[in-house]
């Protein structure tokens, strides 16, 4: 892939007010460029330094006046994240300050605004990066918790392209033995045992089965846990939204039924990001517009990934609370006893001990009684989706989907050789999951593609 060599500026540091910004240039005129608008104090000129190396000064306009006084950092080509030559000027913060160095930068010809992700494209075309890190980049700036951060940061140090490569390793091995074989047949050369091949490949997909199962926690360190609050009306759910959500987004009345829709938030809960939606009660109703509130929470328990069923320990357990419990997949669903600041000696637990929860917590949402403990099932159940980090991680859909083309094809080649089909056959399927693996780590992929994972990017990265 081609792209122009000009030179691109852009600040590097987040809108609005701050003790210092970044001002990064990158490209063949960086160096010089800087050398126009750079009163080194003692130190050299821009065009003089070494890489790696700093130098304090004023920082000028084209009419020789002060912007500010500033710290220059020059990076030497390839020494430098994008791979070019590099400058950053660190200058006192506020938009203002950066804005105005930043116009006077792009006053140097051949330097232009960089687009979105530019630097980080740059740094890929530069093969400085993969587009797996490439795009850990992007999760990085965006990552919430710290989890999701040691996440972004070990594949920014390429576990998942190392994973991908020896998975693309073994495809190439097996085609190059493959293609020795057909191109040599009269040669001394061992046959292909199709059982021992048959083995390689079983591995391989058991392998590749493996990561593509990271893509769940990937999608919940990403996304979040999109958790449902259900249960009957009154049981608390509202309260209980509203307290985990620090806000008082649902109506919460003593009339039953009161939450018709779903109401949706995002909220932090520890280290883990919670989708949060309070759903109208589970109950049997005549009214049409519960009616289909109820039958949205139902199927929204079906896609939920955590399930808060909530229980009012204040009274004995109606049918209601059965029907509920019949519904509810227990391997992803927390037992919530709500209202324990006045619990009733009629609350029947029995019933609810036949039902096998990821865990139950006695809590009062109006006293907000236990939430810690709440908090920390959550994070246990969480922490049960967690794959180690250093095994690399499907991070997002474009990567879940070459994956999943190459795995295909991988079983596709396993049936051909299980079915004893020409090895040609089987070379065919092998080629075209190498080149899924290829479009993954970005090894071999479109213009569109590449465009489209630095569109996510912001301006400056
Ligand atoms: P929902 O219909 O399940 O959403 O229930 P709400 O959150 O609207 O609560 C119904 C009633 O129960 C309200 O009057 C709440 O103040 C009350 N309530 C909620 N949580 C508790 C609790 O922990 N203890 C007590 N005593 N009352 C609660």
Known sequence: MQYSTDTIAAV???NGSGGMAVI???GPEAVSCSDQFFQPLRGKLPS???GYTCSYGYFINANHEILDDVVLTVFRNPHSYTGEDTVEISCHGGRYLSQKILRTVLTCSRVRLAEAGEFT????????LSLTQAEAVADLISASGENAVRYARTLRDGATFRKISAFSQVILETLSDLAVWADYPDEDIPNIDADTLGVKMQQLLSDMHQLM???????ILREGLHTVIAGKPNVGKSTLFNVLSGCERSIVTDIAGTTRDVVEEQIRLGDVILRLSDTAGVHHTADTVEKIGVERSLSSLAQ???ILAVFDMSQPLSDEDRVLLDKLPAEKTILVYNKSDKSSAAFNQDFLLQFSPVDTVEISAKNQDNITELQNAVEHFAARHATPAEDGMIANERQRVCLENAISAVQEAADALAMGFALDAVTVSLDAAADALLQLTGERVTDKVVDTVFSRFCVGK
């Open 12 to 14: 590097a540091t987040p």
């Open 24 to 26: 990064r240039i990158s």
């Open 48 to 50: 003089q330094m070494e």
């Open 121 to 128: 494209k740059r740094a890929f075309l530069n093969g400085k």
């Open 213 to 219: 199962s990271s893509y769940d926690y990937g999608k």
């Open 304 to 306: 939920a990934d955590l």
